[in-house]
T-cell receptor, first 113, second 118 residues
């Protein structure tokens, strides 16, 4: 089946630093999604990308849909303690006409105040 | 409430027992999904329901797993004869409909049921 590989697996940064994480696939995805999951909660959608090369921002978050359609990155600028959580990339599983999502294994972000 | 509600939030059970997990989706959402999240891993698709269509059960890992949904409301995920490898967080999500642009019909996740099989 489709697999999404995220890196790094975990990050430990100081408050105020910028963060970059990425997601790659061996297959083409037509949509890239970035979710954040906080402890004890379900994932929440942060950003959705629909076109190769698209760059989208949501506050301090910026995500890009790679030109090859096989990768995406998420940047967080000027990190704050509440950015702590697990960040997942996801995409609609192609063979299901997008009715379900394939998720990466996540990047665990820790922000030290 | 306005969100997806799951119960119980935590369940500890003995190996071999059956468990039933419940999901109350957002009212009006026709699509409902179950995912499993093992410790330190991503979400693994189990099953999804869309309106009155036959459910997509292709992610269920074994015949010990089953799920039902009554119309466009409550869903229950049943695991029979639980095994230790079933220990995980089981997440339910709902959306207005399946497919299409995610921004128009994003998945709303519940907080999950943490299942521990001893």
């Amino acid at each position: 089946g489709q697999q999404l590989n995220q890196s790094p697996q975990s990050m430990f940064i100081q408050e105020g630093e910028d963060v970059s994480m990425n997601c790659t696939s061996s297959s083409i995805f037509n949509t890239w999604l970035w979710y954040k999951q906080e402890p004890g909660e379900g994932p929440v959608l942060l950003i959705a990308l629909y076109k190769a090369g698209e760059l989208t921002s949501n506050g301090r978050l910026t995500a890009q849909f790679g030109i090859t359609r096989k990768d995406s990155f998420l940047n967080i600028s000027a990190s704050i303690p509440s950015d702590v959580g697990i960040y997942f990339c996801a995409g609609p599983t192609p063979e299901t006409s997008g009715s379900r999502l394939t998720f990466g294994e996540g990047t665990q972000l820790t922000v030290n105040p | 409430g306005a969100g997806v509600s799951q119960s119980p939030s935590n369940k500890v059970t003995e190996k071999g027992k059956d468990v039933e997990l419940r999901c109350d989706p957002i009212s009006g959402h026709t699509a409902l999904y179950w995912y499993r999240q093992r410790l330190g891993q991503g979400l693994e698709f189990l099953i999804y329901f869309q309106g009155n269509s036959a459910p997509d059960k292709s992610g269920l890992p074994s015949d010990r797993f089953s799920a039902e949904r009554t119309g466009e409301s409550v869903s229950t995920l049943t695991i029979q004869r639980t095994q230790q490898e079933d220990s995980a967080v089981y997440l339910c999500a709902s959306s207005l409909r399946a497919g299409g642009r995610v921004n128009n019909s994003p998945l709303h996740f519940g907080n999950g049921t943490r299942l521990t099989v001893t």
